[in-house]
C-alpha cells in the first residue's frame, strides 16, 4: 500500500525492458568480444594443421605455410615481431584410437578447456596436470616420454583456458595488415579453373571436349565414356533383335493379324494398384522383352533369393473383360504373382580354409540378407579360392576378398556396388566380427575384413555381415605375421578354399515345398474320407471319442425288433423302453 501502488500498471514497456527481457535488441558492450582460435588450427590460415609447428609465446603453426610467410615478410604473423626459421620449433601431437588429439600420459582428450603445454626441447605436447603432477611438484626436470633434461623455461603454452584474452583472431598482426601470400596455386586456378581437379580417364577427355563439336554430338547420343557407349550400341542391338524376333514369330504363329488391344483407363487402375506405372501397362510384350534386355545388360540382374509370391490382388483381366470390348470375355479371377525377396529365417556357416588354418564363420542372413547372399554365392562359385589377405594391421583387423591383391578391386554377384544394411544388432565390438569393406556409403563388393578387437568408429558405417565361432587360434596366428610399410602382410596369407556348410536361400526353397507336400497330402486324406456324422451317418469309419460321436454309436448298435414270440416281445419291450428314455434325453431325431 503507498502512493505508488500502481506505479507499474502502464499500457507500454521501457527500452531496458524490452532489451533486458523481451528479447531486444542487445547493446555491443554485451557480445563477446572475439572469437578465439581453437588449439588444432594453424594461426596463420584458420584450417587444421598437419605439420604443427609453433613459437615460443605458444602461436601454432602449419609448417608448409609459416615457411612461405617468413621468407616474404619476415615477421611474426601474430605479434609482427621478426622471426626466423630457427625460431620454429617442431611439435609432437599424439593421438588416440579414436582419432582425437589426447595427453600421452593420462589419455586426457584435449578439449577447449584444456590447460596444453610443450616442452621445448623434445617438441612433445601434454596437458598441464601431468606436468605440474609428475614434474613440478616432484622436481623432477626430465621429459615424461624421452627422460631427456629440461628447465622451466622450456615448457611453452598451447592453450591456457583461463586467459581468454589469447589468440584473439581480430587482434592477429596478419588480420589488421591483411598480409597474404600470393599463391601459385591460386593464380593457376584463377586463370585455368581446371587446375585443381584430379583429371583421369573419361572426366579429362570431357572437359577437353566441352564445347567443341565432337561434345555436342556425345551429349546428343546420351554422353558418357567409351564404355557407356558401347553399352548402350549393344543395348540397342539387342532391342532390335528382339523386336525382329518377336515380329517373326508372331508371323509365323497367325496367319490373321489381330489387332492390338487398346489401352483403357482399367489398365492405369489396374497399374497404380499393383504397384506398376501407367506407361509400363501400356507397353507391349516386345517392349517389354528389349526393356528387360537392356536392363540385364546394363546390371539389374534378378536377386537369388527372389521369388514369385501369389498377391493378394487379382490380375484384372476380368474387370477388364466386362468393361472393354476389345477383350475377350473372361469369368474367373485369377491372382496375379509378384515378384519379392523372401529373406531367410535361419543363419549361413561358411569355412574358409586358409594356408594358416580354417576360419569357421556364422552369417546373419536373417538380419542383412543382400550381404550375406553375395557372401555365400561368392564362395560357392569358388571367387575367394587363390585370394590373399592384402592388409594386416595388428591390433585392428586383417581385411581380403580382392582377386588382384590390390585393395582396389572385386566385385559383388550383381557386377555393381550394392547399398548396405546397417542394423543396431550388428556392431563393431568383439573380436572375429566379419563386416564388408567399401570405399564410401553403398560401395560394397566382395572384399571384408575381420577384426581383432572392437572398432566402435565403424558402426553404420560398414556392414557387418558375420563372425569367426570357430578357428580363433587361426585368427592370433594372422594376427602375428609380419607386414611391411604398407600393412602389407610379408608371408602370404592365402584362402585355399571356401567351402559353405548352410546355406539358407537354397534351404527355404526345400522347406516350402515340403510344407506344400504335407498340406496337399493333407487335403488328398480329408477327399479320401467317406461318410461322415452329418452327411451318411449309418457307414463310414466308426464313431469313437467322448463327442457327439457316442450317441450316434449306441444308436447304431441297437437290434432291430420282432415280434415272433411273447417272450422275446418282452425282452425286446423291456429294451425298447430302456432304449426309449435313452432316445429321448440324448438322441437327436426330435430335433
Known amino acids: 500500500m503507498g502512493k505508488k501502488q500502481h506505479s507499474k500498471d502502464r499500457m507500454f514497456i521501457t527500452k531496458t525492458e524490452w532489451a533486458t527481457e523481451w528479447g531486444g535488441a542487445k547493446s555491443k558492450e554485451l557480445r563477446t568480444p572475439f572469437k578465439r582460435l581453437p588449439f588444432y588450427c594453424c594461426a596463420l590460415t584458420f584450417t587444421p594443421f598437419e605439420d604443427p609447428v609453433c613459437t615460443e609465446d605458444g602461436s601454432v603453426f602449419d609448417i608448409m605455410h609459416i615457411v612461405p610467410y617468413i621468407r616474404k615478410f619476415g615477421k611474426h604473423p601474430v605479434t609482427g615481431a621478426a622471426l626466423k626459421h630457427e625460431d620454429l620449433i617442431p611439435l609432437v601431437f599424439h593421438k588416440n584410437a579414436e582419432g582425437e588429439f589426447h595427453c600421452p600420459v593420462l589419455n586426457k582428450v584435449f578439449t577447449e578447456f584444456t590447460h ?97 563439336e565432337k561434345g555436342k554430338e556425345i551429349a546428343l547420343h546420351g554422353g558418357g565414356g567409351d564404355k557407356a557407349q558401347n553399352e548402350r550400341a549393344n543395348a540397342l542391338v539387342a532391342i532390335l533383335a528382339a523386336r525382329s524376333r518377336i515380329k517373326e514369330d508372331s508371323k509365323s504363329k497367325n496367319d490373321e493379324v489381330k489387332a492390338q488391344p487398346g489401352y483403357s483407363i482399367v ?130 583387423m586383417i581385411q581380403g576378398g580382392d582377386p588382384t591383391g590390390t585393395g582396389k578391386g572385386g566385385e559383388s554377384i550383381w557386377g555393381k556396388h550394392f547399398k548396405d544394411e546397417v542394423n543396431s544388432k550388428l556392431l563393431h565390438s568383439g573380436r572375429g566380427v566379419v563386416s564388408m569393406a567399401n570405399n564410401g556409403p553403398h560401395t560394397n563388393g566382395s572384399q571384408f575384413f575381420i577384426l581383432y578387437k572392437s572398432a566402435t568408429h565403424l558402426n553404420f558405417k560398414h556392414t557387418v555381415f558375420g563372425g569367426v565361432v570357430g578357428g580363433l587360434t587361426t585368427l592370433s596366428t594372422m594376427e602375428k605375421v609380419p607386414v611391411d610399410d604398407d600393412d602389407r602382410p610379408l608371408e602370404e596369407i592365402k584362402i585355399t578354399n571356401a567351402s559353405v556348410f548352410i546355406n539358407p536361400y537354397t534351404e527355404s526353397d526345400e522347406e516350402e515345398e515340403e510344407k506344400a507336400n504335407d498340406e496337399k497330402n493333407a487335403e488328398d486324406e480329408e477327399n479320401d474320407k467317406v461318410g461322415s456324422w452329418f452327411s451318411n451317418p449309418g457307414t463310414g469309419i466308426e464313431a469313437t471319442g467322448g463327442g457327439v460321436g457316442k450317441y450316434l454309436k449306441a444308436r447304431n448298435a441297437q437290434p432291430e425288433s420282432t415280434p415272433d414270440s411273447g417272450l422275446q416281445a418282452v425282452g425286446v419291450a423291456k429294451k425298447r423302453k430302456l432304449g426309449a428314455s435313452t432316445r429321448e434325453l440324448k438322441d437327436f431325431s426330435a430335433w
Open 267 to 396: 489398365d492405369a487402375a489396374s497399374a497404380s494398384v499393383h504397384g506398376r506405372s501407367a506407361a509400363a501397362a501400356k507397353a507391349g510384350s516386345s517392349d517389354k522383352t528389349a526393356a528387360r534386355i537392356a536392363m540385364h545388360m546394363a546390371g539389374d540382374r534378378t536377386p537369388v533369393n527372389a521369388k514369385m509370391v501369389k498377391s493378394r490382388y487379382t490380375t484384372g483381366a476380368a474387370s477388364r473383360s466386362f468393361t472393354s470390348t476389345s477383350y475377350d470375355p473372361v469369368t474367373t479371377n485369377e491372382y496375379e504373382y509378384v515378384k519379392v525377396e523372401k529373406n531367410p529365417k535361419k543363419k549361413g556357416y561358411v569355412q574358409l580354409q586358409t594356408t594358416h588354418g580354417d576360419l569357421n564363420i556364422e552369417l546373419h542372413c536373417d538380419i542383412a540378407p543382400r550381404t550375406c547372399e553375395n557372401f555365400i554365392t561368392l564362395c560357392e562359385r569358388g571367387y575367394y579360392n587363390g585370394v590373399v589377405f592384402h592388409r594386416n594391421i595388428r591390433n585392428f
Open 116 to 212: 596444453i603445454v610443450a616442452v621445448k626441447t623434445t617438441g612433445n605436447v601434454f596437458c598441464y596436470e601431468a606436468i605440474k603432477e609428475l614434474n613440478l611438484k616432484t622436481k623432477n626436470w626430465k621429459e615424461l616420454l624421452t627422460d631427456e633434461p629440461f628447465r622451466r623455461e622450456d615448457l611453452i603454452t598451447i592453450q591456457n583456458p583461463n586467459a581468454l584474452d589469447t589468440k584473439v583472431l581480430v587482434e592477429f598482426d596478419h588480420v589488421k595488415r591483411s598480409l597474404k601470400v600470393d599463391d601459385e596455386e591460386l593464380k593457376k586456378l584463377e586463370t585455368d579453373p581446371a587446375y585443381n581437379i584430379n583429371m583421369t580417364g573419361d572426366i579429362k577427355q570431357m572437359l577437353k571436349e566441352l564445347g567443341t
